[in-house]
């Protein structure tokens, strides 16, 4: 089954305690994006990759790093969270045929930070 | 830069009135693609429908139908004889083609909550 994996898909946390956020997908796709969704702002691209090793700053990336090591992996990191980074995290994986390849969202991570 | 505008907040209805989410979009580019994206209460984003800035067509899927239109950047989507089910946060998304698509960035509204009573 195609599908974008996330994990945890729930995570309380505390202001400066490092974080990973994993995202796999299985459909060899090269573009993979991180989203973060607020009330009331929608959805907001935080980072995105083109391809292995080529990462890049997506709208809203002051906090975060990422890195492509592998196709399928694409996993968000937060090395000092902070509370503003409360929110509703989804990964989204797609080919490169312009925007004409559907974007697979993963079912998100609801991270809080204390 | 691409904007999108959804200026319902949230529309209450009773079961099987239709119900009409407007969109409308901003962007500097002739080619882009314009979605649709429900979120039911569990959270996941689904899926529900793509369109080509070329292609000014109507969609009708089932209970669900798109208008397209580029003279006024509107896409609305409405939900004919709603039912409880299709309570759900709704997301317009615009994407723009070619290098400048930053990895096929969407560029969400705010989002539309609909709730339907029975």
């Known amino acids: 089954e195609a599908q974008v994996t996330q994990n945890p898909r729930y995570l309380i946390t505390v202001t400066g305690k490092k974080l990973t956020v994993t995202c796999s997908q299985n459909?060899?796709?090269?573009?993979m994006s991180w989203y973060r969704q607020d009330p009331g702002l929608g959805l907001r691209q935080i980072y995105y990759s083109m391809n292995v090793e080529v990462t890049d700053k997506g709208d809203v990336p002051e906090g975060y790093k990422v890195s492509r090591k592998e196709k399928r992996n694409f996993p968000l990191i937060l090395e000092s969270p902070s509370p503003n980074q409360t929110s509703l995290y989804f990964c989204a994986s797609s080919l490169p045929a312009g925007a004409m390849g559907s974007q697979y969202f993963g079912p998100g991570t609801r991270l809080t930070v204390l | 830069a691409q904007k999108v505008t959804q200026a319902q907040t949230e529309i209450s209805v009773v079961e099987k009135e239709d119900v009409t989410l407007d969109c409308v979009y901003e962007t500097r580019d002739t080619t882009y693609y314009l979605f649709w994206y429900k979120q039911p209460p569990s959270g996941e984003l689904v899926f529900l429908i793509r369109?080509?800035?070329?292609?000014?067509q109507n969609e009708i899927s089932g209970r669900y139908s798109w208008n397209f239109q580029k003279s006024t950047s509107s896409f609305n989507f409405t939900i004919t004889a709603s039912q409880v089910v299709d309570s759900a946060v709704y997301f317009c998304a615009l994407s723009e083609a070619g290098i400048k698509a930053a990895g096929n960035k969407l560029t969400f509204g705010g989002g539309t909550r609909v709730l339907v009573k029975p």
């Open positions: 369109r080509n800035s070329f292609d000014e």
């Open positions: 459909m060899n796709h090269e573009y």
